[in-house]
């Protein structure tokens, strides 16, 4: 009998993935913007189709972490460890009760990170070393990583965004949208500059859309005209039973499968999958010399 998660995808079941990880930082300076629900959903529909999935918590707050039912007790070794103490991936990553997907918790010493490596050199690099030891040392043990970012862009934030290749930008169907990304897409292109040359936007998916009050309406309008095909076709509803799961500690597509939001999930997935196979394909002509170089769109 078919799986109702995977019922949402186009494609063969397990799509073509990189050697390497794919990273992804989803991030937005904003809070409550759905950051987090796409981090935990997004990575849910990945694993759904085979992909092995990693989540690392980088949100003081840890929610990704309770919307996947970690308890706080088993985070004892968390993404603080990482940062702080150069602990193995191995050792602070955990199991879901998904398949495929992992997850590294966030710990509440994160909260103090910005002072603790205020004099250290090259605190930008610490995420990014941290994961390149674990492929070096293992092999590449996932397929895709997505890093929740906090809504705030200091250190931890600029870490995520230096290991990534990619961002994924959830942005709230509400009057100051546009607004609060021009900051994170500034803060995307100095760290373009400073740090990591081939940081690419993956996609901007709008978040809490309702279609019953016109603004949503006239905020998907101004995205669209001013970001153009880097806005995701699929719009995630405003919808209570995404609010209810995380009080479950389980992503809204295991809580409810078949509600509205799941959908959008699966739907969001298959345009990451779709879009990360384009990337994918220049990259191979661009190593060529045939084709755009990576980042290019």
Known sequence: M????????????????PA????????????????TTTAINLGTALAAVGNRVLIIDLDPQGNASTGLGIARAQRTVNSYHLLIHAEPLAAATLATEIPNLDIVPSGIDLS??????????????????????????????????LIDCPPALGLLTVNSLVAAQAVLVPLQCEFFALE??????????RVRAAFNADLEIQGIVLT???????????????????FGDKVY???????????????????????????AGSRAYLNLASEVIS???????????????????????
């Not at 910005?114 to 996932?142: I, M, N, T």
């Not at 609060?180 to 292109?189: A, H, N, P, Y």
């Not at 995380?246 to 295991?254: C, E, F, K, Q, T």
């Open 20 to 35: 390497l990880p794919r990273i992804i930082a989803v991030a937005n300076q904003k809070g409550g913007v759905g950051k």
């Open 180 to 189: 609060g990304v021009s900051q994170l897409m500034q803060t995307i292109e």
């Open 233 to 259: 076709e699929t719009v995630i509803p405003r919808n209570v039973r995404i609010s209810e799961a995380p009080s479950h500690g389980r992503p809204v597509l295991i809580y409810d499968t078949a509600c």
């Open 112 to 145: 103090g990170i910005e002072v603790e490596l205020v004099d250290e050199d090259g605190r930008e690099y610490f995420l990014k070393q941290s994961l390149e030891a674990a492929v070096s040392a293992a092999g590449p043990a996932y397929d895709f990583v």
């Open 275 to 297: 879009r990360e196979r384009q990337t994918q394909h220049r990259q191979a002509l661009a190593r060529q010399g045939g084709g755009q170089p990576m980042g290019a769109s």
């Open 2 to 17: 078919a799986d109702p998660l995977y019922d949402g995808l186009n494609g063969p079941a397990v799509p073509d993935i």
């Open 208 to 226: 809490m859309f309702d279609q019953r009050n016109n603004l949503s309406g006239m905020v998907e309008t101004d995205v669209r005209d001013h």
